[in-house]
């Protein structure tokens, strides 16, 4: 089928108490893990690629081995632009065919991050395409985005408030705790601002920095109204464990299918147990 509207995805999601999973890809193999994942869960499900990984391949590379799978998949999936800075690329990418894009101008002032975000739903709704956005400074690395913890901070709820009424985002990514990359002792999460937050605006909530997080701190985030979990590190490690643990095992043969094959069902395995923890499992 075509790729789906992220936004009808996300909006199912947060009645039904679920979430979807956004997994980053890497290349062809990554992205039919995540593919063939969904289709043996029957859960809708969102591709996801790093502005760095878009740059590395190109749009149009990219965008063809989504569209294979995409075509004869039994299951909803949509394809995302994650944490973007850059306007033209995410111009590139809404013309390449993506079917949602996230701007993330949440280093400005508060007022440019309003500004720069409008004009993106702008560009992208006149094609269709759905628009995350976020508030406040999620801790850690993803992609050439640093955050030192001393400059982290939590989004402010009426700020979040103003921010989904100006920009109108399908999505909105608020700093609640949580942080990219590998987590250095038990995160922090502000649940209650969590929920105060999703309680009053509008957009679905998207749930940053998802490795490493606890079953149960998932669940209570999915409970308070986060309706898209992030994963991207776990799908790092399995991606390089994967083929070098297969190597390490049967080092005298060299058979890369082999090697590939491995890698695939590691980033397979994990994302099943995702999409069965997040409850989007049998949801498409
Ligand atoms: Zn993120």
Known sequence: MPLGNMSIMLSRAKDGGYAVGAFNILDYNSTKAVVLAAEQMNAPVIIQTSAKTVIYWGTSAIISWVQQLADTSSVPIALHLDHCKDLDLIKECIDAGWSSVMIDASSKPFDDNISLSRQVVKMARSKYVTVEAELGAIVGVEDDIHVRHQDAHLADPEQAIEFCKKVEPDCFAPAIGTAHGIYKGVPKIAYDLLEEIAAKVAPPIALHGGT????????????????????????????????????????????PLKVIDAQFDELKVGIIENINLFGSAGKA
Request: hydrophobic residues 35%; proline residues 0%.
């Open 212 to 255: 490493g997080l606890a079953d149960d701190v998932f669940k209570k985030c999915i409970s308070l109204g986060c309706a898209k979990v992030n994963i991207s590190t776990q799908l790092k490690y399995a991606f390089i464990d994967g083929f070098v643990n297969y190597h390490n095992a049967n080092n005298t043969e060299y058979n």
